[in-house]
Each structure stands twice: as C-alpha cells, then as structure tokens.
C-alpha cells in the first residue's frame, strides 16, 4: 500500500523552514497525481511500459510521473488519461 505524500515527506518537512511551503505545495500535487495514475493503470491491469505504448510516452517519463518526481504538462496528463479511459480535471479545494 502506497504512504501519502503527508507520510513519506513528514521527517523532511519537520527540518524545513517555512519558505518552503510554496514548493511542498507543487511536490504534494505531483505525489498526488502520481498516486492517480498508478491507481488507474493498475485497474487497467497495464504495466508501466504498456501505458508508455498507448500514450506514446516513455516509460521513464511514467515513472517519474508516478514517484511524483516531475510536474507532467497538461497535454501529457490529457494522453495518460485519455490511454486509461480517464478525465482530466480542475476542481475546487475543499476550504
């Protein structure tokens, strides 16, 4: 089972000033849209590579993009998601 962003960075976060909020906030959501599509491609039943193929994207790329490592474009999102039969969305932050 995947730790969230929360549990993987706490000792990190804990010796971090507070400037660095800003850039926690950007690898949070990277973490965040990592753990998605790794959800996805396992429903999916798909391998790394296999996602790689249909979204025509190398499978390095995938796998930065679910360890959180990079902040994939949105084109890039919208060719992952549409290879896993998924949505593209913005939605409001809960307050």
């Given at each position: 089972?995947?730790?969230?962003?929360?549990?993987?960075?706490?000792?990190?976060?804990?010796r971090?000033?507070p400037?660095?909020?800003?850039?926690?906030?950007?690898?949070?959501?990277?973490?965040?849209?990592?753990?998605?599509?790794?959800?996805?491609r396992?429903?999916?039943?798909?391998?790394?590579?296999?996602?790689?193929?249909?979204?025509?994207i190398?499978?390095?790329?995938?796998?930065?993009?679910?360890?959180?490592?990079t902040?994939?474009t949105?084109?890039?999102?919208?060719?992952?998601?549409a290879?896993?039969?998924?949505?593209?969305?913005?939605v409001?932050?809960?307050s």
């Amino acid at each position: 089972m995947a730790r969230t962003y929360d549990e993987a960075t706490a000792a990190r976060r804990a010796r971090l000033g507070p400037d660095a909020a800003v850039q926690a906030e950007v690898l949070a959501q990277a973490y965040e849209i990592g753990l998605q599509v790794v959800a996805l491609r396992e429903q999916h039943d798909l391998t790394q590579a296999e996602l790689a193929e249909r979204c025509g994207i190398d499978q390095a790329d995938i796998s930065r993009i679910e360890r959180g490592a990079t902040s994939p474009t949105i084109r890039t999102l919208q060719r992952i998601a549409a290879a896993l039969d998924a949505d593209v969305r913005v939605v409001a932050r809960a307050s």
